[in-house]
């Protein structure tokens, strides 16, 4: 249980301006850096609505679809799956891979090259993203020699 001494805001704070954001659905926006394979939209960002620590949106895989290898600099990731089966490569050559399902939650740590993969062959992979900064840092990774087979590592 917190202990009461958090810092809290002054008395008076303006909670009506400075309180609860709605962002809609249709609000999101594809101005963010690309990735091949991906539609990724961002919703919150410090340049778009003023974030002080997060960066969010969602992306888009298409039915038997990947993306380029990429990863995001020192930002550490969230991904939750809302629909669909997605496989995760990652590792210096792509060497590991795993799965999560609707419902899962990856978890990506800075600097660690990696690959979406939509592992269905007639539905959209459809995940919620979050970033520990404000901006979308996208390092793609075009070069990469990215191994045959991976191998499978079991979590969960």
């Known amino acids: 249980m917190p202990d009461g ?8 704070y303006d909670w009506r301006n400075k309180g609860i954001r ?8 594809c101005d963010t850096p690309e990735t091949k ?23 888009r895989i298409e039915p038997n679809s990947q993306t380029g290898p990429h990863h995001h600099g020192p930002l550490e990731s969230v991904i939750y799956v809302i629909s669909g ?14 799965e999560a399902k609707a419902g899962d939650f990856f978890l990506v740590p800075p600097y660690v090259p990696h690959q979406e993969i ?10 919620a993203l ?8 996208v390092v793609n990774l075009p070069d990469l020699d990215i191994v045959d087979e991976p191998e499978w590592i079991k979590q969960g």
């Open 37 to 59: 394979g991906m539609n990724r939209e961002v919703a919150i960002s410090g340049s778009r609505n003023g974030s002080s620590a997060l960066w969010a949106g969602t992306n």
């Open 22 to 29: 709605h962002i809609s659905a249709k609000a999101k926006s």
């Open 5 to 12: 001494n958090i810092a809290k805001p002054p008395q008076g």
């Open 85 to 98: 089966t997605a496989h995760m490569r990652w590792g210096d050559r792509l060497e590991f891979i795993t």
């Open 118 to 127: 939509n592992s269905s062959a007639t539905e959209v992979l459809h995940c």
């Open 130 to 137: 979050v970033r520990s900064g404000t901006e979308e840092v």
